[in-house]
């Protein structure tokens, strides 16, 4: 029987995830833990609850609903979910009378996915577009990544993978063949300061990296998140431009920080860590004078 992979979206029509139209598939799951992720409900590798408290009217039909004791009021007000104890029943959502209570993350085999992803492929023809793998981490379900790379490409679709590149590294080059752009996280040039703000060291991610750089068929581009207080100096910039040229990338894009997905770590229960970091605009001349330094170093950068 063919197996589910754990996905918490499937976005048609995405242009911000490689060349032309594009069907993103967001995987859920990931071994790291950057405070600025936008997209928080990518990280656990699990179905979860998310509560809009502003929805919630304290009625505590939930509390009744649920079998495992998961949920509990606090000062006749918050409530309060137990991870631990939820088994993703689902019947306090159904209970709900307002639509507090909501999922993120389901199941589903790859010849689901590509129906849906088939359904715009005169749009991928004319745009030069196709599927884009990205999280949570895609390394994190191997067997599910590699089952809908192989169906993309026997029907004749470009396959593009967003990864940080934190994955076994056989597992990682058994992908490549069924891949034809690589989008990677670069988010650091020192070990250390990538594990004190990600949760891991550097060597496997760059070990993968260097491998998919010489692999013939593949384009590689590197991706470079651009994090106040992490990475966000010229000597960063200098060092970062190095470490990428060294990797065998000639192709960056850097990505401004922004606090979009604040708003989902309080749906989450979960604190936004980044709270007061200032989003970085275009136009800040610091900005300017990073991807400079970037591009004087002899990268392509957009
Ligand atoms: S999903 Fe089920 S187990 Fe989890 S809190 Fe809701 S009712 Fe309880
Ligand atoms: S059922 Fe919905 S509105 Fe009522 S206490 Fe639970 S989350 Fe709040």
Known sequence: ???????????????????????A???KGCPLRCPWCSNPESQEARIEMTWDRKKCISCGTCLNACGRDAIHMVEQKLIVFDSKRCNACMMCKEV???????????Y???????EIVMKDEPFYAESGGGITLTGGEVLAQPVFAGELLTLAKSKGIHTAMETTCYGPKDKFIGLL?????????IKHWNSDK??????VPLGLIQDNIRAAANYPTLQVIGRVPVIPGFNYTPHDAARLSETILQLGI???HLLRYHSFGEGKYELLG??????????????DPLFEEYSDIFRKSGLEVS
């Open 270 to 283: 979960r604190k936004y860590e980044m709270d007061g970091t200032s989003q970085i605009h275009r136009d």
């Open 194 to 199: 990538h594990e004190a703000f990600t949760g």
């Open 25 to 27: 598939v967001f995987f």
């Open 108 to 114: 589903r085999t790859a010849h689901e996915i590509m």
């Open 96 to 106: 709900c009378p307002t639509g507090a209570i909501s999922f993120e993350g389901y």
């Open 250 to 252: 000639s192709k960056v």
């Open 1 to 23: 029987m063919e197996g589910k992979g754990l996905i918490f979206n499937v976005q048609r029509f995405s242009i911000h995830d490689g060349p032309g139209i594009r069907t």
């Open 177 to 185: 063949r069924n891949l034809d752009l690589l989008l990677c996280d």
